[in-house]
């Protein structure tokens, strides 16, 4: 989401410079002084809770700056932004309750379907994922739309391979290797992905794989000693590497040199990192689930979701066979280059006009 939002706040800061835009951010955000122009405006909110921003703060900020819309993720606020922009990038709570615990999944199904009710619109990036909000959450289809949203601006195949390799001895990794990048959540299957490798490498033992991404505090105690048990297990630990976070220039590097990126979602709204990688000028091996078939077509060579064997078996397919690396690659960056990534911002602009025009978001108490 971190990634989707900060994409969409740069490309409306190139493409208009007639309104006026407050970005609510705390003191983790990704932007520097001089980064935005004059028409942006930061504005840092004192909270200690999630929960307590949305219920106190950002009413009173949507009063105070007199605004005309408010683009929220995920959860509205509980009261007092009548024209809320409510992006719900998937309903995996709901389709793939099996991932989450029971309390966890109960509580935000249920609030993130009044939420769904409550927008005066919903932004998703599929149409996959469009469907899944309209069933789930009961959301009228008409207040819908369906903007996939990212960038791939500063992702480039890179030709020098003395920064790969600083880069990746910055991390004690080496040639040749897998990549895997995301965020370390169960959805990710990063588990699955450990097991079929531990197959793969049985016929490649040369070998490694990079697991990259953020270990996030609500999984530190859970789905992460999870992968690492799962790792030392199977007996691979020498072959494995955690990076945890990584800036973004140091994620371009990792994903250049990388033989394939490997992505065995169980459930996505969109999923960023095959995209990342495929301007990157990288293979990718993605589970086949709706979002992603959608998205990316033919570009990847598609993995049964939930099947370690099917996995490995298209891991060995893809590092034997020098051929369809090079056609993958091929199409992977005919289809970072599509021109939906140059139209977010008009599209967004669009829909930030639609969603001041609709009516009001009807009042918790009506419910």
Same mark, same amino acid.
């Given at each position: 989401? =971190? $990634?989707?939002?900060?994409?969409?706040?740069?490309?409306?800061?190139?493409?208009?410079?007639?309104?006026?835009?407050?970005?609510?951010?705390?003191?983790?955000?990704?932007?520097?002084?001089?980064?935005? *122009?004059?028409?942006?405006?930061?504005?840092?909110?004192?909270?200690?809770?999630?929960?307590?921003?949305?219920?106190?703060?950002?009413?009173?900020?949507?009063?105070?700056?007199?605004?005309?819309?408010?683009?929220?993720?995920? &959860?509205?606020?509980?009261?007092?932004?009548?024209?809320?922009?409510?992006?719900?990038?998937?309903?995996?709570?709901?389709?793939?309750?099996?991932?989450?615990?029971? /309390?966890?999944?109960?509580?935000?199904?249920?609030?993130?379907?009044?939420?769904?009710?409550?927008?005066?619109?919903?932004? $998703?990036? $599929?149409?996959?994922?469009?469907?899944? #909000? &309209?069933?789930? !959450?009961?959301?009228?289809?008409?207040? #819908?739309?369906?903007?996939?949203?990212?960038? &791939?601006?500063?992702?480039?195949?890179?030709?020098?391979?003395?920064?790969?390799?600083?880069?990746?001895?910055?991390?004690?990794?080496?040639?040749? !290797?897998? #990549?895997?990048?995301?965020?370390?959540?169960?959805?990710?299957?990063?588990?699955?992905?450990?097991?079929?490798?531990?197959?793969?490498?049985?016929?490649?033992?040369? !070998?490694?794989?990079?697991?990259?991404?953020?270990?996030?505090?609500? $999984?530190?105690?859970?789905?992460? =000693?999870?992968?690492?048990?799962?790792?030392?297990?199977?007996?691979?630990?020498?072959?494995?590497?955690?990076?945890?976070? &990584?800036?973004?220039?140091?994620?371009?590097?990792?994903?250049?040199?990388?033989?394939?990126?490997?992505?065995?979602?169980?459930?996505?709204?969109?999923?960023?990192?095959?995209?990342?990688?495929?301007?990157?000028?990288?293979?990718?091996?993605?589970?086949?689930?709706?979002?992603?078939?959608?998205?990316?077509?033919?570009?990847?060579?598609?993995?049964?979701?939930?099947?370690?064997?099917?996995?490995?078996?298209?891991?060995?397919?893809? #590092?034997?066979? *020098?051929?369809?690396? %090079?056609?993958?690659?091929? %199409?992977?960056?005919?289809?970072?280059?599509?021109?939906? /990534?140059?139209?977010?911002?008009?599209?967004?602009?669009?829909?930030?006009?639609?969603?001041?025009?609709?009516?009001?978001?009807? *009042?918790?108490?009506? %419910?």
């Amino acid at each position: 989401m =971190e $990634t989707v939002v900060e994409a969409l706040v740069r490309g409306l800061a190139r493409h208009d410079a007639d309104n006026t835009y407050f970005l609510y951010v705390t003191d983790k955000h990704p932007f520097q002084p001089g980064d935005l *122009p004059a028409n942006f405006h930061l504005r840092f909110l004192q909270s200690p809770s999630p929960t307590v921003g949305r219920l106190l703060l950002l009413p009173r900020c949507y009063q105070r700056d007199r605004l005309d819309v408010i683009h929220l993720q995920r &959860v509205v606020a509980f009261w007092g932004c009548p024209h809320t922009l409510l992006h719900v990038h998937d309903a995996m709570f709901a389709t793939n309750p099996e991932l989450f615990p029971a /309390w966890r999944r109960a509580l935000l199904n249920q609030l993130f379907r009044w939420s769904c009710q409550r927008a005066a619109r919903v932004v $998703t990036p $599929t149409e996959a994922s469009k469907a899944d #909000i &309209v069933q789930h !959450y009961a959301c009228n289809p008409s207040k #819908i739309e369906v903007l996939p949203a990212g960038s &791939v601006q500063n992702l480039y195949p890179e030709v020098d391979s003395t920064k790969i390799d600083s880069v990746l001895e910055l991390f004690g990794a080496r040639h040749p !290797y897998l #990549i895997f990048l995301g965020a370390m959540e169960r959805n990710k299957n990063v588990h699955l992905l450990v097991q079929a490798f531990a197959e793969f490498v049985k016929e490649q033992p040369g !070998y490694r794989l990079v697991l990259v991404g953020q270990r996030r505090a609500q $999984t530190k105690g859970g789905y992460v =000693e999870e992968v690492v048990g799962e790792v030392a297990r199977l007996g691979i630990q020498d072959k494995v590497t955690m990076t945890g976070w &990584v800036s973004n220039e140091q994620r371009r590097l990792l994903l250049c040199g990388a033989a394939a990126l490997v992505f065995p979602s169980a459930a996505e709204g969109l999923g960023l990192p095959p995209i990342e990688a495929m301007a990157c000028g990288v293979p990718v091996i993605a589970s086949d689930v709706p979002s992603i078939r959608e998205f990316y077509g033919d570009a990847v060579l598609s993995a049964r979701a939930n099947d370690a064997s099917h996995l490995a078996a298209r891991m060995l397919e893809l #590092i034997s066979n *020098p051929g369809l690396a %090079r056609e993958l690659v091929a %199409r992977g960056l005919e289809r970072s280059r599509r021109d939906h /990534w140059a139209n977010q911002p008009a599209r967004l602009l669009e829909i930030y006009r639609l969603t001041a025009g609709s009516p009001a978001c009807q *009042p918790a108490s009506s %419910r």
